[in-house]
């Protein structure tokens, strides 16, 4: 409750929030989403996804190598095989593209996935008929 307080009272008074470490949990993570701001934080919220991703992925394969010890069956063993293995490739992908969020974006096709046309402008709905009594 007291990070809420405090990134309200930041946002509010336009105040610097304070630089503390990132939790851990996945959902305090998420909550995190919700306040990170400033490029810099929504970058690191997605560096700290992606290392827990990494260590989800360690955990899996201890899994599917206490499955392969204890003689569960085959599919068991080769499900967290490819769970593991997808773990990696997000952990991955999510490094590769969390430096992008420390900038925001400000060519017409970053505008146009905002819903930005970057050569048409949007047009104000009609003003209503004035009414007659």
């Known amino acids: 409750m007291t990070v809420y307080a405090q990134a309200l009272h930041a946002a509010l008074y336009g105040l610097p929030a304070p ?3 990132l939790p851990t949990a996945l959902d305090a993570l998420l909550q995190a ?3 990170a701001t400033a490029p810099e934080q929504k970058t690191a919220v997605l560096r700290q996804v992606a ?3 990494r260590n989800a992925a360690e955990i899996i394969q201890r899994y ?12 068991v063993a080769e499900q967290l095989d490819t769970a593991h293995d997808q773990a990696q490739q ?13 900038h925001q974006p400000t060519t017409p096709r970053a ?3 905002h819903g930005q046309s970057a050569t048409t402008p949007v047009a104000s709905p009609p003003s209503p008929a004035p009414r007659h009594r």
């Open 111 to 113: 505008q146009a996935a």
């Open 33 to 35: 989403t919700h306040t």
């Open 51 to 53: 290392e827990q991703l």
């Open 19 to 21: 630089d503390k470490s």
């Open 90 to 102: 997000i952990a991955q992908a999510l490094g590769r593209v969390a430096p992008a969020f420390s």
């Open 64 to 75: 599917q190598y206490r499955a392969q010890w204890d003689r569960f069956p085959t599919e």
